[in-house]
């Protein structure tokens, strides 16, 4: 099969491996409840494990995606899959709420990090054209998990018990990701001998990964990244709460997700084919602005058709913005150095989600409302669109002159 037909093979092994790999993480929620009733652990207890996987893809994301650098994707995304697998499988025998923390928090958010960043920049390297659009396919396949894994986990709890259901889930991730993860490939560019020529605007392939990670352009990405995210958390995991304390029905509440997920899919297509089209800048700028107004229209909404309405265009904007990141990547950095960037984006944007939950809580226990939530989430949300319009791309190299 030649190199052209191949990258969309990578493409779809991308979004099949981060489905399954969110969805088994993801299984947590679903499980919640089951859990508590057969363990007597506390809620909160069992929800902190979803806490410290957050934090363990963040501390993970960089290092994953600098060792893909060095050795290849395909053996850190086997990696990655074995050890969720094998995760999962352990913290189904688990006899203490510690115990489940570790395996489940810290081993399952590590192997995930595996996953992301190191398959996105797989992916920029197949591509020099509609290069957008395949990240932001792999994008969508992640965003699948709650719409596949999910029922899944859910139909397997209602014939079994949760551990046996999360053993299911664990021989599910096994038998379709690592085979998956034998599909993936270096990119051709990466081969020995052949150096990719630096694009338009990109930097030189003789920078250093030292002067890749201090330069402006690395810490404005990882700056955006954070407060983008940051902007898009809060009211990811708080509107249904804000919702129920508005006298919307928990059910209904609830579906507001559902439609705030859909819009997502058509969001990473979408920006995906605009990136091509305009550019990843240009479209990322345009797209954290109108996020950051998107958050403050939470404020003004208190019936469910507006809380729709807001949650579709939220959902399109956030979802649409996050591929995007990695192509801006790829456009200004080394493809030998993409796996380090890209992880440490994803860093930054993981660490960016951890403060969600915790700002909602705070500001709903101060205040008895969430309006503060989303005011601070359109502050974010500014302070990430001026981020973005301040990035400028490496100087462009000068041509060698030619010879009198």
């Given at each position: 099969?030649?190199?052209?037909?191949?990258?969309?093979?990578?493409?779809?092994?991308?979004?099949?491996?981060?489905?399954?790999?969110?969805?088994?993480?993801?299984?947590?929620?679903?499980?919640?409840?089951?859990?508590?009733?057969?363990?007597?652990?506390?809620?909160?207890?069992?929800?902190?494990?979803?806490?410290?996987?957050?934090?363990?893809?963040?501390?993970?994301?960089?290092?994953?995606?600098?060792?893909?650098?060095?050795?290849?994707?395909?053996?850190?995304?086997?990696?990655?899959?074995?050890?969720?697998?094998?995760?999962?499988?352990?913290?189904?025998?688990?006899?203490?709420?510690?115990?489940?923390?570790?395996?489940?928090?810290?081993?399952?958010?590590?192997?995930?990090?595996?996953?992301?960043?190191?398959?996105?920049?797989?992916?920029?390297?197949?591509?020099?054209?509609?290069?957008?659009?395949?990240?932001?396919?792999?994008?969508?396949?992640?965003?699948?998990?709650?719409?596949?894994?999910?029922?899944?986990?859910?139909?397997?709890?209602?014939?079994?018990?949760?551990?046996?259901?999360?053993?299911?889930?664990?021989?599910?991730?096994?038998?379709?990701?690592?085979?998956?993860?034998?599909?993936?490939?270096?990119?051709?560019?990466?081969?020995?001998?052949?150096?990719?020529?630096?694009?338009?605007?990109?930097?030189?392939?003789?920078?250093?990964?030292?002067?890749?990670?201090?330069?402006?352009?690395?810490?404005?990405?990882?700056?955006?990244?954070?407060?983008?995210?940051?902007?898009?958390?809060?009211?990811?995991?708080?509107?249904?709460?804000?919702?129920?304390?508005?006298?919307?029905?928990?059910?209904?509440?609830?579906?507001?997700?559902?439609?705030?997920?859909?819009?997502?899919?058509?969001g990473r297509i979408g920006f995906g084919l605009l990136g091509d089209r305009f550019g990843a800048k240009r479209v990322l700028?345009?797209?954290?602005?109108?996020?950051?107004?998107?958050?403050?229209?939470?404020?003004?909404?208190?019936?469910?058709?507006?809380?729709?309405?807001?949650?579709?265009?939220?959902?399109?904007?956030?979802?649409?913005?996050?591929?995007?990141?990695?192509?801006?990547?790829?456009?200004?950095?080394?493809?030998?150095?993409?796996?380090?960037?890209?992880?440490?984006?994803?860093?930054?944007?993981?660490?960016?989600?951890?403060?969600?939950?915790?700002?909602?809580?705070?500001?709903?226990?101060?205040?008895?409302?969430?309006?503060?939530?989303?005011?601070?989430?359109?502050?974010?949300?500014?302070?990430?669109?001026?981020?973005?319009?301040?990035?400028?791309?490496?100087?462009?190299?000068?041509?060698?002159?030619?010879?009198?």
């Open positions: 099969m030649n190199d052209s037909r191949y990258r969309w093979v990578i493409v779809a092994a991308g979004g099949l491996l981060g489905c399954v790999a969110i969805g088994g993480m993801f299984a947590l929620p679903v499980l919640l409840q089951p859990m508590v009733r057969d363990t007597g652990w506390s809620v909160t207890g069992i929800s902190s494990a979803m806490t410290i996987g957050f934090l363990a893809m963040a501390f993970a994301s960089m290092i994953w995606g600098t060792l893909s650098d060095r050795v290849g994707p395909r053996p850190v995304v086997l990696t990655g899959s074995i050890v969720i697998a094998a995760s999962l499988a352990l913290a189904s025998r688990s006899t203490s709420l510690i115990e489940f923390q570790v395996l489940f928090g810290l081993l399952v958010g590590v192997a995930t990090a595996a996953i992301f960043a190191p398959m996105m920049a797989c992916v920029t390297g197949w591509f020099d054209h509609h290069r957008s659009l395949a990240v932001s396919l792999v994008s969508a396949g992640m965003g699948m998990a709650p719409l596949t894994m999910s029922p899944l986990v859910a139909w397997l709890v209602s014939l079994y018990d949760w551990r046996t259901s999360m053993q299911i889930v664990a021989v599910v991730v096994a038998a379709i990701m690592i085979p998956t993860s034998l599909l993936v490939r270096s990119a051709p560019a990466l081969a020995v001998g052949n150096t990719p020529a630096p694009e338009a605007g990109q930097s030189p392939p003789e920078m250093s990964l030292a002067q890749a990670l201090r330069s402006p352009q690395f810490v404005i990405l990882l700056a955006t990244n954070f407060f983008c995210c940051a902007t898009h958390s809060g009211p990811i995991i708080h509107t249904v709460s804000y919702a129920i304390s508005c006298g919307i029905p928990l059910i209904a509440a609830v579906s507001i997700y559902s439609v705030e997920g859909l819009a997502g899919l058509f700028v345009l797209g954290l602005l109108v996020q950051a107004f998107g958050a403050l229209a939470y404020v003004f909404v208190r019936d469910l058709a507006a809380f729709y309405a807001v949650a579709a265009l939220f959902g399109f904007i956030y979802a649409g913005v996050m591929p995007l990141y990695a192509v801006l990547a790829r456009e200004n950095f080394p493809l030998r150095m993409m796996g380090t960037v890209i992880g440490g984006t994803a860093m930054a944007g993981s660490l960016g989600m951890a403060t969600g939950p915790i700002a909602g809580g705070l500001i709903y226990d101060s205040f008895s409302s969430y309006a503060w939530l989303y005011i601070g989430a359109f502050g974010m949300g500014i302070g990430a669109f001026l981020m973005a319009m301040s990035f400028r791309p490496f100087a462009k190299p000068r041509a060698a002159p030619v010879p009198a």
